[in-house]
């Protein structure tokens, strides 16, 4: 078993290459290594990202993969990454914690979770702003508080059978939600889903209206429709 371990120089510079040996990447190891840059290859031997591993590398750039030997992303392990273009997750990860690619901004496209995947931590992808579609592969998940807040979903496919547990203000607010026929709820985290006579799912989508009511009364009311 090989580890890299936390605080390396913050000087290092260009491309980085992992050794194959490696198995777990430990808190902070390249945090704030900003002039580090280039694809960033994670090994498939790896099976644990810590806390801050990466945080603040906003110079890697293409596709982030994360192999299907990790389990846990850690909190804040790759925040403020905002020169990876897309995001493919492992198969295997049963846990992306809290903040793991808040401000990820550069992420876009589409984005699968896959089965194995228990929670997604509060603001796991906060401010990812470019993407665009969400696919949910898993019976049963955690969504914790404002998880894809920030972002520009427009769909979430989600193929569980019954509805996740959801944290407050998870996804944006204009959003269509998708779910097979034998999906149990008529609610997916605050949305109604509107079904067609086989049970799938039609236009559900929740919106909000801001009506200002005067200025002489200073306040707004957010009508849910």
Do not use: W
């Not at 078993?1 to 390249?30: C, N, P, Q, R």
């Not at 944006?172 to 709820?185: F, G, K, M, Q």
């Not at 609610?187 to 005067?214: P, Y």
Request: proline share 2%.
């Amino acid at each position: 078993m090989s580890l890299l371990l936390g605080h390396l120089d913050k000087g290092l510079d260009g491309l980085l290459e992992l050794s194959d040996k490696v198995t777990e990447i430990k808190s902070s190891t390249f945090c704030n290594s900003t002039k580090l840059k280039g694809e960033l290859n994670i090994p498939s031997n790896v099976n644990c990202i810590e806390m801050n591993a990466f945080y603040g590398c906003g110079e890697f750039e293409g596709e982030l993969i994360i192999p299907d030997s990790v389990t846990n992303i850690g909190s804040f392990a790759f925040a403020f990454c905002g020169g990876f273009s897309s995001l493919k997750l492992s198969k295997n990860a049963k846990i992306v914690a809290d903040h793991s690619f808040y401000f990820c901004s550069g992420l876009k496209g589409e984005l699968v979770i896959y089965n194995s995947t228990q929670i997604i931590g509060c603001e796991a992808f906060y401010n990812c702003s470019k993407l665009s579609d969400l696919i949910i592969n898993c019976q049963f998940i955690q969504l914790d508080d404002r998880a894809f807040k920030m972002t520009s979903l427009s769909t979430v496919k989600y193929n569980g059978k019954s509805e996740p547990f959801c944290g407050l203000d998870v996804f944006p607010v204009d959003l269509n939600v998708e779910t097979l026929s034998y999906y149990r709820s008529d609610e997916f985290c605050g949305i109604h889903v509107d079904k067609d006579d086989e049970g799938k799912s039609i236009n559900s989508k929740v919106k909000a209206i801001i009506i200002t009511l005067g200025s002489f009364l200073g306040a707004a009311v957010i009508i849910i429709i």
